[in-house]
């Protein structure tokens, strides 16, 4: 399909405001601000477009929560923490093509009622951090954000602020408390941001790749952007595809594209002409597929079916050499690690799990760890608080689904057979 | 609203409200497991211990974080959720050192009772335990971050409580500890609410450590702190006759302080067990003290007195009651005085400054007391906090105020002369000069007036005290203000506007404004602005005078006062004198007697021959100390009652060892007019007796005798003292009452004049005078002679746990003020005044404010009274010593 949201790319300076809107930008502000806040906010509703981030919540529903509530000022916030291993699909709008998340933004606030806005950007993203600092000082300069954009009565701030570090502030209600300068955790729900967000005030977190989506929606209307993907999950998608293949990268698609075509044809098969062993679909914290899956289609409904979850679209792909027990090791470090340490099952059940794992792969696996590793599992994703420790299961279950036979040969053959250790924390 | 229809575990349940599972299942005494729910604190929804199973919920929820809605239905221990707590007491336990037989916690830890419960007998776990050493930077606290659960009670007690947030969860994941943040607990108060709320063996208490086991406790009592006037309500645990510590209600219901406690309550418990304890009375022979008998030395004091009365006539003998007696001693000693003596010579240490309010108060609104309620005052909306710091002299006040503004929002202003550690809470800090308090509140009067901030329907119906109010205040401008106090015109304008515009707002003052001079037209001019902004009678207004010692109020409530019988009737009122001389059968003394300042200087000029002081060290609290001395040594005859050889004992010639308050009943009265009842929780230490008992056995070797026993004592109050009529220990029970209390209502009065004020009683000219610079050439700075959080006095230089924290004097400095006299924090600096000199160290402290010296009241080497001198107040006989003159130098 042609590209929409990847469209300029690679036009050289299209972080430039002239570039891009010699490209055709910010035209969806005439547009949006020629109709009612709230018949942008149904078009947006009617094209059924559904939030990127992972969670896949329906963005129009989602807007129109914060815009029932009679409290004044709202907040629109972008979450650009894109912190998850695998997860790399909104750097082009971070970092080469920012007035489209900036006008993607204007718009949503406008239906929202939304006059702060914050791009909640992840620690680690420096260049971006420039870029779009850069972007809204020129969309500043051309009263396109501020007061009274482009002469009416509609005012919109925003403003980037640098996460600190934390996967945990990803998510929204932590992203909040961290946006507030607290400590970023997990909030107690009700209330719900929608009423009681940013500084208590009504608010609306979302994706990148959504908000950039909504200029589209205005601009070509909801029909059109509709009809791009499956009905269930409408529209384009940008896909973060990396791992064992010949070309790694971002690919943007409709949605509904099967994972053969996003293996072999855009990603150019598998390295070395290796055979596959396995996907994890949608970041790290979903659950791993095998090759059964190849002509699965990736959308929301056909991953959940198939007893996963598209996430943010980011397809990790590992070729037959890979060792499962080694890329479940490394994926526990990453939980252990942003474990926030607020509730008992993450804090200690992503660390207990961690040590086994290591042990295994060292070579001191034994058999009732698999049970251990099981019951540990259950316990976080009864008991955990919130979506984290949920997610920090997903990869030791879904291996022991599928690879079970490789935690086993580790364990009988007193080694890693492919060789690699695990680096042991004290 | 309507009602909630649940069911838990079977039972049906009926809910007026929307609450929490685990405070629904509390209703039908379902106890719900959990480490990390607290009413009083924010959800947090972190332990997940208190997993519960809803029915169609695939999943377990939190009990905690879960708020029932109609029809739920709740399962607590089914097989599922047992499976859910079995799972997550493994983690819990993962890393625990299950070093149950050495921790402190054993037996009451919550921790050991669920993995009791529900827990696996063996754990899975064979990767090596988490070892973090444990953190000694606390002087009375040790943690263990090994056997924390990571509940976070600490740390939001420390932050949504005490508002201090020393405490904070460091690092991340299973790195997480409690600690305080780069191991800084310079903003530690010691109050141990961290301690008082851990749910396992975290946090120690190093007093207690290794001491007892909760089932060694063989008496347990539940008690009202003795330090203090705030009145809190304690559990004191002994065995064999020994304090092993102090709890605190852990519901954060109970008493005026709903659970909570500062370190002098929590930590200051072990004086009763002193070595030092006076055992057995002694009789001054040849200038030594030779033990002796109570027989022999009640006849001898009796005979004394009566030789010295029938000699020198009654008024030649006075008494002083100190301010840790209770209400039934300090009601015995006035009747001994007053019947068996014959005079009105008897007076208490509330003479050092509660007594200007409580005459303030009683003209403005005829009612010597408090107006409100302490609780109530976190429903303020403006608070201010003048002369008074609530942090160190009355920290539960403090935590009321601080609740007001945490929780409900409200704007503090903060007046002060010196340091005043509420000032981190407050919206406004105002710093006037010493001694122009007055100033400052007349400005404030006048800034109302001017800007008609002052309530107009209530002037309508009282315009002429309003009238006056106004006249009064009317050279208080704010320019003339300004120049007197020192505070910039426009803060005194907002201020009086913030506090004028909030509804309710509320006054708190202490002996800042009763203690200096014309205290008692400060406090009254305090009076008239609470009246005129319409925020008497009105729950969260008022108007809230607080008292140094837990027995002050109290003692001046049942008469130990010069011209005031029980219940402040006048001596002066022949028909209160009938009345009462009729229950006492005696003819009561007409003329007014001496307060506490006026015996020691008559005991100077010989006019005052004995003297009859229960436990209140004169020597020691009185001003001008050499001289004090001096004039107590000239006494003929002195007799002291302690529970120490204090330096007022020392003089005497007769010392019996008294008992302390963990030994006897008794009621103590706080600053909230709050009654309260303490419980003996051990039996008397060595020889002591109770004050009460010693007092009725030398009014009885005079041919007076009299009932002792404190229900009985109280039994007559509640007859001759109007304003307790209606109180006995029955109707005690139970977190006492506030007086007035009405029998029909069976309930106390919270808020005075709720009925509507209708002007000023006794509508007097008091004025503020004329508040004149104390710093001179001569002597620069003023020294602000106050009383330190961990210390009160006699007591706590004889406890551990204060003298851990805060062992010696230190002079608070201003930076600026040390760097200009090169004194550097910890050299030696001479505070000298007209009458003496202090050597003590310095301490640079920023909260002290420039051209102020800050002077702790409370260590036996420093001895504040030496630096200044004996002026009494001319309207309430005060002695005036809270600010003095002094110049500072390097030793």
Redesign the interface.
Known sequence: MDRILLKNVDVPNIHDIDVYMAHGGYISLDKAFAMDPKDVLEEVKRSGLRGRGGAWFPAGMKWQFCVEVPKFPKYLIANADEGEPGTFKDRPFLETDPHQLIEGMIVSAYAIGASGGYIYLRGEYPDGYRTLNTAIKQAYDRNLLGKNIKGTDFSFDLTVHRGAGAYICGEASALIESLEGKRGQFRVRPPYMATHGAFAMPTVVNNVETLVNVSHIINHGADWWGSIGTKESPGPKVFGISGHLNRPGLYEEAMGVTLRELIYERGGGIRGGKKLKGVIPGGVSTSMLTPDFLDMKMDVKSLQDAGSAIGSGALMVMDEDTCIVHIVWRAMAFFQHESCGRCTPCREGTDWMLQILARMENGGGRMEDLDILADVCHTIHHNCFCPLGEGAVMPVLSSLKYFRHEYEEHIKAGKCPKGLRARVRH | MKTINVVINGIPVQLERPMNIVEAAKRVGIHVPHFCYHKELT???????C?VEVKGKP??V?GC?T?MSDGMEVFTESEKVIA?RK??L???L??HPLDCPVCDKGGECALQDYAFKYGAAQT??I?NKRLIPVNYNNPLLERNMERC??C?RCVRICAEIQGDWVLS?M??????TMESFCGDESECVHCGHCLSNCPVGAIQSRLYKHVGRPWYVDTEAETICPYCADGCTMTLQTREDKVLRVVSDETYSKGANRGSLCVRGRFGYDFPNSNERLTTPLVKKDGYFVESNWDEAVAHVAKRLSEIKSAAGPDAIGAVIGGRNTNEEAYLLQKFMRTAVGTNNIDNMARMGHINALNALEAAFGVAGSTNQIKDIAQAKAVLLIGNDAATENPITGLAIKKAVLKGGAKLIVADAGRNMMTKHSSQRLTYRAGSEGELVMGLINAVFATNMHDADLEAKNTSVFDKVRAKAGKYTPAYVSEKTGIPAEDIKRAATVFANAKPATIVFGKGITATADGFGKSLALADLAFITGNVGKPGGGINPMASKAGEQGACDVGALPDRLPGYRKVSSAEDRKRLGGLWKSELPENPGMTVGEMVEAAGAGKLQAMYVVGANLAYELPDTKNTVEYLKKLKFLVVHDIFMSETAQLADVVFPAATFAEKSGTFTNSERRVQRIAPAMKLQGGARPDGEIIAAVSAKMGRPMDWEPAVVMEKISVSTPIYAGITYDTLAGGGVQWPYYEEMKSGTAVLHAEGVTGRADNTDAGVGEGAALAGKVFPFVADITVSLYHSGTTTRRTRGPNMVVGKALAGMNPSDASGLGIADGDTVVVRSSTGELRLPASIDKAVPSGVVHIPAHFADVCAGTITGLVLDPAGKTPVARYWPVAVTKA
């Open positions: 959800i947090y929804a972190g332990c997940r211990i997993m999943r377990p939190a974080s708020i859910a799972g997550v493994e983690l819990q993962l890393h899975r776990f990767e659960v990571s976070k969860d690092n991340r994941g299973s790195r997480v």
